[in-house]
């Protein structure tokens, strides 16, 4: 078992910057690949939008093309967390953001849906203002 706890949302302006975070417990953290989804509000039937990917180590990610050069997502082993920079944010990247853990070894074409994924953060709001 795996716990996570999202954090770092909060209310900007457009063109600003969040760096949200993702603390995890339990199970070794490293022998998950993880992720960032969000869900826009008031869409909460539809399924959660893949944000970006990390693999195990660290030395790969993918983006969804919306994020992709605005975002960043990493990781620290060693602190058990994860983490996503967002950088020039519009009001349509508003939204509650959800981390999730999945399975080491993840086939590209999987890692954007969130069958996916076996663990997920409570989730964090982030709202950009025009």
């Known amino acids: 078992q795996v716990q996570m706890v999202d954090s770092g949302g909060g209310l900007v302006q457009a063109g600003a910057s969040l760096r949200l975070s993702c603390a995890a417990s339990g199970r070794t953290f490293s022998i998950y690949a993880m992720a960032w989804f969000r869900q826009t509000p008031g869409k909460e039937g539809k399924e959660r939008e893949f944000?970006?990917?990390?693999?195990?180590?660290?030395?790969?990610?993918y983006y969804a093309d919306s994020v992709k050069g605005r975002f960043t997502i990493s990781r620290d082993n060693a602190k058990n967390t994860a983490s996503l920079q967002m950088n020039s944010l519009n009001p349509e990247d508003t939204a509650v953001y959800f981390c999730?853990?999945?399975?080491?070894?993840?086939?590209?074409?999987?890692?954007?849906?969130?069958?996916?994924?076996?663990?997920w953060g409570q989730g964090t709001q982030v709202t950009v203002s025009s």
């Open positions: 999730a853990a999945g399975p080491r070894f993840t086939a590209i074409s999987a890692i954007n849906r969130p069958e996916t994924y076996n663990y």
């Open positions: 944000v970006a990917h990390i693999n195990w180590s660290g030395s790969s990610t």
